[in-house]
């Protein structure tokens, strides 16, 4: 049997929130079976728990946030690619501000954070989402357009194009692909960081985000250039980057998926109106589990078989 996973032991940091600029604590806690990854304000009275569900998401400006009865846990894409690359099913996430800390402005903190504090199998079917029929939702017109797919597929791959025009990211692949029956999300992703630009700073921070942002959690360019001293960790870190971000929001949906994933030029809020039109058509999905390890695809065959998942 394919098992859900939750950590072994309660493992904390502290760091600040990207766009809020404030210092927050994060808690990571094992949860029972079927409990999801639940996000808790502990800093309310009484704490709020905020479930990771696709329409829980609020706000994608820039992020994809949580809200509910106007509280708000903001920047949970990272965290939930993490929790997606090493299978982690079940899980509270403790937080003492409204953003989830930026840590480098990757993947790779929250992948050492559950490292450290172990993964555990329960004894019970983990849970897929099987797409069977495609799904795809797209907004603007013409060299404009932009827009996301879910196909079926028996595994999960995700490939992305990127177009921003500028010479910096340019200079880089503009496509990616990952496949996860051979390609490791420790390896091949989770180190990609987020990325802006110095003209767009001032107009972030008048809209409240982009407060936290430094060289040390972020590629940041002028007008020509990247202005991080140690450039980039992978050729095209900016597309990778895009689907270190699709893979956290698609786990949104609350199981891993079974499925190909196709964007070009997507972004949060696509991704959400993704999950939202495949839970609208529910003919277009299944829940699945499987009795054995050599039953199920093989990206997740090689998850369940190795200590740490996609490695």
Request: hydrophobic fraction near 40%; include cysteine; charge should be negative.
């Amino acid at each position: 049997m394919l098992k859900q996973r939750t950590v072994k032991q309660l493992v904390k940091t502290i760091g600040v929130g990207l766009h809020s600029g404030t210092k927050v604590e994060l808690t990571l806690r094992p949860a029972a079976p079927d409990t999801g990854i639940v996000f808790r304000r502990v800093d309310q009275t009484p704490p709020v728990d905020l479930p990771a569900t696709a329409t829980g998401v609020g706000d994608t400006r820039m992020a994809s946030v949580l809200e509910k009865d106007g509280i708000r846990v903001s920047t949970v894409e990272h965290l939930m690619s993490a929790c997606a690359g090493l299978g982690i099913d079940n899980l509270y996430v403790d937080v003492t501000a409204e953003e989830i800390p930026i840590m480098d402005g990757s993947a790779s903190s929250f992948v050492f954070l559950l490292q450290q504090a172990g993964l555990q199998e329960q004894n019970v079917p983990k849970k897929f989402i099987r797409i069977k029929q495609a799904v795809e939702v797209s907004e603007g017109q013409g060299a404009q357009k932009k827009w996301a797919r879910l196909e079926p597929y028996n595994g999960f791959k995700l490939k992305f194009f990127i177009e921003f025009n500028h010479p910096a990211v340019d200079g880089t692949g503009q496509v990616a692909e990952v496949d996860f029956a051979t390609d490791s999300y420790v390896k091949e992703i989770a180190r990609a960081r987020t990325f802006g630009f110095m003209q767009d700073v001032e107009t972030l921070r008048g809209m409240g985000l982009a407060r936290g942002g430094s060289l040390e959690n972020a590629i940041v360019m002028d007008e020509y250039r990247i202005l991080n001293a140690d450039g980039l960790r992978y050729d095209n870190e900016f597309v990778r980057h895009k689907i270190l971000d699709a893979i956290g929001d698609l786990y949104l949906v609350g199981h891993p998926l079974l499925a190909s994933y196709v964007a070009h030029k997507s972004g949060h809020t696509l991704n959400n109106l993704l999950l939202r039109e495949l839970l609208a058509h529910p003919e277009a999905y299944e829940i699945v589990s499987f009795d054995s390890i050599e039953a199920a695809p093989r990206a997740y065959g090689r998850q369940a078989g190795t200590e740490w998942a996609f490695n």
